[in-house]
């Protein structure tokens, strides 16, 4: 069966599911092959992401106090009784992040499930596999051609039923397969240069179908492409 998207829609299930995210990933890193570094942001972006979500309820949730004591200053009745000046307290924030917490979830939760050794166990635990859907839409499985335009390797690929597809190149650099783009009308040409110091390369890709924002039936087999240095 074919799965929704795992990330919820509100902020408040984002914040739990970042927060099992960040709190099991330490548990898997070493056999997906994530850095501390990774690890580490990861859990930051999750601390400052909830601290907001709080900041935010907390503060729509004092609006009505605070409101009530501003009109009983402002109108009176004269002689009310006022209780104390109605204060916001709260923790400091625990560290600053760059903008786009979710974009580098998704971006990392795509490179996980690439990795030669995931599996539906670390899924499960990480909370990046979504409910069952349409079982037709899970055997879904893209075809891929690689062929020269231009000097640069272009992924021929058909988009059936799928929104958009996302791919993944392995350049021969002893990274494996890493993300390469999600493209969304065929075909997608490579434009990266063959890093310094190397004149012939093969580049190897796979990708795999999505719906919507989740990634949806199985990962390609693979195509490759020689790819040549241009001379000036």
């Known amino acids: 069966m074919a799965k929704k998207y795992y990330l919820p829609r509100s902020d408040e299930g984002k914040g739990v599911w970042l927060n099992n995210f960040s709190e099991k990933l330490p548990n898997h890193a070493a056999t997906l092959g994530i850095s501390a570094d990774v690890v580490t942001s990861v859990q930051n972006d999750a601390k400052m992401f909830n601290y907001m979500v709080n900041l935010v309820n907390a503060f729509k949730n004092g609006q009505g106090e605070r409101v009530g004591y501003k009109d009983i200053l402002k109108n009176g009745p004269e002689g009310t009784a006022l209780g104390p000046v109605p204060v916001f307290n709260n923790a400091p924030p625990p560290g600053i992040v760059p903008p786009g917490i979710f974009i580098r979830m998704t971006r990392l939760v795509q490179n996980i499930k690439s990795n030669d050794n995931y599996n539906d166990s670390i899924g499960s635990d990480l909370g990046i596999i979504g409910s069952e859907t349409d079982e037709v839409i899970m055997e879904m499985k893209p075809v891929l051609k690689v062929r020269m335009a231009a000097g640069k390797p272009e992924i021929v690929w058909k988009k059936g039923k799928?929104?958009?597809?996302?791919?993944?190149?392995?350049?021969?650099d002893g990274k494996s397969f890493v993300y390469l783009a999600n493209d969304s009308n065929p075909n997608?040409?490579?434009?990266?240069?063959?890093?310094?110091?190397?004149e012939i390369s093969e580049w190897k890709y796979k990708a795999i179908y999505r719906i919507r924002d989740?990634?949806?039936?199985?990962?390609?087999?693979?195509?490759s492409a020689v790819v040549k240095k241009e001379v000036a």
């Open 188 to 198: 997608f040409r490579d434009n990266s240069e063959i890093p310094a110091g190397a």
């Open 214 to 223: 989740e990634q949806v039936g199985q990962f390609s087999d693979v195509a």
């Open 162 to 172: 799928a929104d958009s597809i996302d791919i993944y190149v392995d350049r021969g």
